[in-house]
Antibody, heavy 119, light 108 residues
Framework: QVQLVQSGAEVKKPGASVKVSCKAS????????IHWVRQAPGQGLEWMGI????????SYAQKFQGRVTMTRDTSTSTVYMELSSLRSEDTAVYYC????????????WGQGTMVTVSS | EIVLTQSPGTLSLSPGERATLSCRAS???????LAWYQQKPGQAPRLLIY???SRATGIPDRFSGSGSGTDFTLTINRLEPEDFAVYYC?????????FGQGTKLEIK
């Protein structure tokens, strides 16, 4: 079945980086865009950016420009999101989600990856 | 950036009743680019409505969406116990793609 499976929970110290993976299966990897959305504890959803797995092009929310990098590996149908210079406010569940094109709703979501930033 | 404001923050209703959730945008959003999601505790969001009024695959017809411009509505008829959750609207027509702050639908 169509699914996005994310890597496990992470605990990082302030100033470190984290890299979360999102492995796609059950569909043609390069036919759908992947977005990253995060949710701080008890808070709402925040869009971080998008990657086109076909060519690798990316677009990031201005808030995360310079700190986030999204990449993909077509050989394993996996997308990665790396966030650097972590601070406590980055503690959140990070989700990947797919859309059929850049400007489309997110129809399939990963299960989420909890990232905790703590000294 | 388009800001989406959802109301009410919390809605207390009983099973069998109708729920009406509102989403107001700070500037006009094409109805092609407005979605609604449902999120239950500990779970990822689930797409309910896209294009303001089209139900996603497998979504029961008691869920319906409407609206245009800056005002959009999610209506849930005949509430079932599994419908009590948090609901988010989202616009995906203009980057950054923004979400509302959510409406919590709780059992009265």
């Amino acid at each position: 079945q169509v699914q996005l499976v994310q890597s496990g929970a992470e605990v990082k110290k302030p100033g470190a980086s984290v890299k979360v993976s999102c492995k796609a299966s059950g569909y043609t990897f390069t036919s759908y865009y992947i977005h990253w959305v995060r949710q701080a504890p008890g808070q709402g959803l925040e869009w971080m950016g998008i990657i086109n797995p076909s060519g690798g092009s990316t677009s990031y929310a201005q808030k995360f420009q310079g700190r986030v990098t999204m990449t993909r590996d077509t050989s394993t149908s996996t997308v990665y999101m790396e966030l650097s210079s972590l601070r406590s406010e980055d503690t959140a569940v990070y989700y990947c989600a797919r859309s059929v094109a850049g400007r489309n709703a997110f129809d399939i979501w990963g299960q989420g990856t909890m990232v905790t930033v703590s000294s | 950036e388009i800001v989406l404001t959802q109301s009410p923050g919390t809605l207390s209703l009983s099973p069998g009743e109708r729920a009406t959730l509102s989403c107001r945008a700070s500037q006009s959003v094409s109805s092609r680019y407005l979605a609604w999601y449902q999120q239950k505790p500990g779970q990822a969001p689930r797409l309910l409505i896209y294009g303001a009024s089209s139900r996603a695959t497998g979504i029961p017809d008691r869920f319906s969406g409407s609206g245009s411009g800056t005002d959009f509505t999610l209506t849930i008829n005949r509430l079932e116990p599994e419908d009590f959750a948090v609901y988010y609207c989202q616009q995906y027509g203009s980057s950054p793609y923004t979400f509302g702050q959510g409406t919590k639908l709780e059992i009265k």
